[in-house]
Each structure stands twice: as structure tokens, then as C-alpha cells.
């Protein structure tokens, strides 16, 4: 995974964990409930670098499913440059299978490098089901800071 990928993908994370408001981007087999980022101060998310962020996101299915897919994108001038895909049910705590109308917790935790460079993007959330379709998906506004430049709470 190049550096790019990686900074893109806590650019993401940033942007989540700070969430009060967030952009649904097409959940069409389930809904979001709540999107918890920390630390996230303020909004957009400030990814410090040198910290630790943590995800969580609850949500609803419409649809059973046996496979959860997370796959994440960052959105910058535009372009949408994955960071990362994985088997949700296996490595962020949503127990599979999933039955509709039942309340659902993904967690992840990510690691902010100090090599990342500081950057400004969007980050493009998520959460897919076996026939493909997103039981969640949000966008947000993230920002990769030297902990000099970070704005303490």
C-alpha cells in the first residue's frame, strides 16, 4: 500500500470520528444511526499525527446478509483514491450474519503515522453487504496535521 493510500484512509478516519453531522452517500440496504470519531474535536476532523483514532459506526440493516465488506476512499481535488478494503464480520467486531431491523456496531482503530503528509480531503466510508449493496455509506471533511499545527480541544 503506497503512502498516498494510507494517508487517504486516516483522512477518512478523521473525518468520521469528529461526526456530529454526516453526508449519507447512498445506504440502501440499511441506515446509519450514529458515527462516533476520537479524538475529533471539531468539524472537519483533525487527524493528528503520532495518535490513534478510533471509528465506530451503528447501524441498521433492511436486508440479511452474511458478509459485511468495508471499503474506504479518499476524495481528494476530486478523485476518489481507495485506502482500503476488508472482511468486516472477521476484523471490526459486526457479528455476521446480519438480520434486518437489528441495531449493528462496526469498530476500527487506525493509527495516525507520523509520515503522513498534512493534507485536506473527504473520506468516503463503506459498509457493503454480499449483494453489494451499502448498508452504510457517509462522507466527511478530514484534515492530516503535524501535532504543531493541531488546535488543542
Known sequence: MNTLNILVVFGTLSTISAIHTFKDCGSTSGHITSITVNP????????VRGTNVSVEVDFVSN??????????????AGIPVPFMS?????????????SPGVNNVYTNYIPVLQIYPEISLLVKWELIDEQGNDLACFVMPASILDPSHAVVG
Open 40 to 47: 475529533c474535536p471539531s468539524e472537519p476532523c483533525a487527524l
Open 63 to 76: 436486508v440479511h446478509t452474511n458478509k459485511v465488506t468495508t471499503s474506504v476512499h479518499g476524495i481528494i
Open 86 to 98: 476488508t472482511h468486516s464480520c472477521t476484523s471490526n467486531n459486526v457479528h455476521c450474519p446480519i
